[in-house]
């Protein structure tokens, strides 16, 4: 069973910049189709970053050039470099895997449904 923990989130002013973590425990040796989504209160929940099993990578238009999603195999871990941040950027943040499936690209996979593991989210807080 794959298990997903974030961390990283915090509180900073318009511009700054935090790194998220996600730590991937239980998986296989099977490579798996990676997000970052992030929901605010009373809003759904969007996917703002993609990264896929050859580490191409694809992201919303609302924090292209922004943030950056990359991943470390060695360690297990998926990052969100996130920079520049403004204020419609403060949502919980969550990352999330899935098995790519047969004849579709990862990048097919932009809703929250499309994906089976999930994290519990970590708080990104920006003040103007």
């Known amino acids: 069973q794959v298990q997903l923990a974030e961390s990283g989130g915090g509180s900073v002013k318009a511009g700054g910049s935090l790194r998220l973590s996600c730590t991937v425990s239980?998986?296989?040796?099977?490579?798996?189709?990676m997000a970052w989504f992030r929901q605010a209160p009373g809003k759904e929940r969007e996917g703002v970053a993609f990264?896929?099993?050859?580490?191409?990578?694809k992201y919303a238009a609302s924090v292209k050039g922004r943030l950056t999603i990359s991943i470390d195999d060695a360690k297990g871990t998926l990052y969100l470099q996130m920079n520049n941040l403004k204020p419609e950027d403060a949502a919980m943040y969550f990352c999330?895997?899935?098995?790519?499936?047969?004849?579709?690209?990862?990048?097919?996979?932009?809703?929250?449904?499309?994906?089976?593991?999930w994290g519990q989210g970590t708080q990104v807080t920006v003040s103007s």
């Open positions: 239980g998986a296989s040796d099977t490579t798996y189709c």
């Open positions: 990264i896929d099993t050859i580490e191409d990578t």
């Open positions: 999330a895997a899935v098995t790519p499936p047969p004849l579709l690209p990862c990048f097919s996979l932009t809703r929250q449904n499309d994906y089976t593991y």
